[in-house]
């Protein structure tokens, strides 16, 4: 059974798209992440919803955009995709105030 | 904000013990968290520190130092399997895991 489940795998999709990564976690987590790392294997948070509430929201464009139709699926929109945009998303989850982060299998997505 | 610094790279032989800094500047610092990741992989978590002292998880242990904002992973008796990138994460009072740069970690036979 997978944990943090996400789709698609892979993405390569032209400049100016808009594209959706899927995100399912099925630990029964309060909490869920979304993570995006670069091709220098930096890992940065993006946001984090808690029950289907935003609670973090760094310094992200408003191009991507998160949406968490309940507390096990949160899902991620990016518009106008950029070169830039090319890394691997990460989708997590964990338990509120726990401190451990279960990580998804990651998405690569490439844009040409 | 919050700052994480750990080396880029570390290189060792199979059976012998390496030790992976990481020092952080941080508000509201909660807990040190370690994660390992193999390339193309997803990160998973290894060990964490609340409180000052070591925890020992197998031939991984991990220690913090919340007065010197400083922890460490060591890793025991290396194999081959252990090549793969580590991460120190502070956790924030407020829930928040923010990741280091990471480690890259590669055994020779």
């Known amino acids: 059974d997978t944990a943090v489940s996400q789709t698609p795998k892979y993405l390569v999709t032209q400049m100016g798209n808009d594209k959706s990564i899927k995100c399912e976690q099925n630990?029964?987590?309060?909490?869920m992440y979304w993570y995006k790392q670069d091709s220098k294997k930096f890992l940065k948070i993006m946001f984090s919803?808690?029950?289907?509430?935003?609670?973090i929201n760094e310094t992200v464009p408003n191009r991507f955009s998160p949406k968490s139709p309940d507390k096990a699926h949160l899902n991620l929109h990016i518009n106008s995709l950029e070169l830039g945009d090319s890394a691997v998303y990460f989708c997590?989850?964990?338990?509120?105030?726990?401190?451990?982060?279960?990580f998804g299998e990651g998405s690569w997505l490439t844009v040409v | 904000g919050q700052s994480l610094e750990q080396p880029s790279e570390v290189t060792a032989v199979e059976g012998a013990i390496v030790q992976i800094n990481c020092t952080y500047q941080?508000?509201?610092?909660?807990?040190l968290s370690w994660y390992q990741q193999h390339d193309g992989g997803a990160p998973t978590f290894l060990s964490y520190?609340?409180?000052?002292g070591l925890e020992e998880t197998g031939r991984f242990s991990s220690f913090l130092s919340r007065s010197d904002s400083y922890g460490y992973l060591l890793l025991q008796e290396l194999q081959m399997k252990d090549s793969a990138s580590y991460f120190c994460?502070?956790?924030?009072?407020?829930?928040?895991?923010?990741f280091g740069d990471g480690t890259t970690l590669t055994v020779k036979p």
């Open positions: 997590a989850s964990g338990q509120r105030g726990g401190n451990t982060i279960y």
């Open positions: 630990l029964g987590h309060d909490t």
């Open positions: 919803y808690n029950n289907k509430e935003l609670i």
């Open positions: 941080t508000s509201g610092f909660y807990g």
């Open positions: 520190n609340g409180l000052d």
């Open positions: 994460a502070v956790l924030s009072n407020a829930g928040k895991s923010t």
